[in-house]
């Protein structure tokens, strides 16, 4: 592993150590990516030979990928955590989904409502997330350690100074901490990791002939049999993989003949556009994403 790596290994594994060493009921967020893959792999060996200590919680918005799910049960198996889902019980009841309700209110009730009442229900204080500061700008203004307040906001004026690699982990009352251990990593970065470690990640990130629609720009793949065609449309079989992943409806695929850690490694390289280029919660508005952050989401 290059020296770079290791020092970003290290940072990564002391940051987890140093916010369990303070928690009273710490949780590894997992949404199946690339970089849940990654902190997975990273705590574990933060605490290797033992099994990490706490639970992995999946939000789940019911609109994954079909091998997202088939991967994450697959991969709950051999880490030696337990896995636990939630659902928002509304989003159920109502049958909310994205091509009725729209992306962003979809995301609302599914992600942001979901995730801020799988906290409250099984009362976690310091929750770790796979997010990085070069994915999108208003990560990019967040600290490693970001305080959340007791309705689970987020406000990026009152945020703590984070000096070296000393962190302030003191919460008030009622306060929650999200930790970002990737935070310094890039999406280059990541994927080297994965290629050095033999990290194993969701097969939709390797190029392979897939049935899709092109929507505004976006490429669409069909996943199963909810996705509605708009008249006019056509399915088509394009080679494409996906640089991030999220509910398939809205997340976009790239065309690439990219089919190995090498290549896509070489593929990232040389790309010239945002890894998010495809997720359209991000363009439904110019502050989506970081209103959605303040309100709750990670």
Avoid at 123 to 151: C, I, L, N, Q, Y
Avoid at 174 to 195: A, K
Avoid at 243 to 248: A, E, F, N, T
Wanted: hydrophobic share 40%; proline share 6%.
């Amino acid at each position: 592993m290059t020296p770079h790596l290791k020092r970003l290994e290290a940072e990564s594994t002391y940051i987890i150590r140093e916010a369990v060493a303070e928690a009273e009921n710490p949780v590894l967020m997992h949404s199946i990516g690339k970089d849940s893959a990654v902190m997975m792999h990273l705590t574990r060996k933060a605490f290797y030979p033992a099994s990490p200590p706490f639970p992995m919680l999946h939000v789940d918005t019911r609109w994954k990928f079909r091998e997202m799910y088939l991967f994450r049960d697959k991969i709950a198996q051999i880490s030696g955590m337990e896995l636990l889902v939630y659902t928002n019980p509304e989003a159920i009841a109502k049958e909310i989904n994205p091509f009725d309700h729209g992306s962003s209110l979809f995301v609302d009730i599914t992600k942001v409502d979901g995730l801020k009442q799988a906290l409250d229900k099984y009362k976690f204080d310091v929750m770790f997330g796979g997010a990085r500061r070069d994915e999108e700008k208003s990560r990019a203004k967040e600290r490693v350690f970001s305080f959340r307040s007791a309705t689970h906001r987020w406000d990026p004026k009152q945020q703590r100074p984070e000096l070296w690699n000393l962190y302030n982990t003191r919460k008030n009352k009622g306060e929650s901490i999200r930790v970002f251990p990737l935070s310094n990593w890039t999406e280059l970065d990541i994927w080297q990791y994965i290629y050095l470690q033999n990290i194993a990640v969701v097969p939709l990130y390797f190029a392979k002939k897939r049935p899709v629609v092109v929507r505004n720009g976006i490429i669409l793949m069909i996943d199963d049999d909810r996705f509605r065609l708009l008249p006019g449309e056509e399915i088509q079989e394009k080679m494409v993989r996906f640089r991030s992943l999220g509910c398939y409806p809205l997340t976009g695929a790239i065309e690439s003949t990219a089919d190995t850690l090498p290549e896509v490694i070489l593929e990232v390289l040389n790309a010239k556009r945002s890894e998010r280029q495809g997720r359209v919660v991000d363009h439904d508005s110019p502050h989506g994403f970081e209103k959605k952050k303040q309100e709750g989401h990670f």
